[in-house]
Nanobody
Framework: EVQLVESGGGLVQPGGSLRLSCAASGFTFSIYDMIWVRQAPGKGLEWVSYINSVGVIITYADSVKGRFTISRDNAKNTLYLQMNSLQPEDTALYYC???????WGQGTQVTVSS
């Protein structure tokens, strides 16, 4: 069974940091490109970041560039998103997914508020 399980979300003050993790199982993680996508309350899905299967091609949405860092550890079947300088507009449900959008996690909530 394919599973993507996100963790690491929570409540953080503006300017704070969080590190999201996405544990993959049930498929060959190391051959899949991966993405992070978020959905803010009352809004549609927003693509956040992409990393290719070997971690050498990385792209970010303009809204997070310079603040967020995507990475992966293929030996641990885990995808990461380091989020720094968080702002209230980063409040959203964050999902990891395969790059072809075939598999999705259940999401982890990030709330940025004072």
């Amino acid at each position: 069974e394919v599973q993507l399980v996100e963790s690491g979300g929570g409540l953080v003050q503006p300017g704070g940091s969080l590190r999201l993790s996405c544990a993959a199982s049930g498929f060959t993680f190391s051959i899949y490109d991966m993405i992070w996508v978020r959905q803010a309350p009352g809004k549609g899905l927003e693509w956040v970041s992409y990393i290719n299967s070997v971690g050498v091609i990385i792209t970010y949405a303009d809204s997070v560039k310079g603040r967020f860092t995507i990475s992966r550890d293929n030996a641990k079947n885990t995808l990461y998103l380091q989020m720094n300088s968080l702002q209230p507009e980063d409040t959203a449900l964050y999902y990891c997914a395969t790059g072809d959008y075939a598999y999705w996690g259940q999401g982890t909530q990030v709330t940025v508020s004072s």
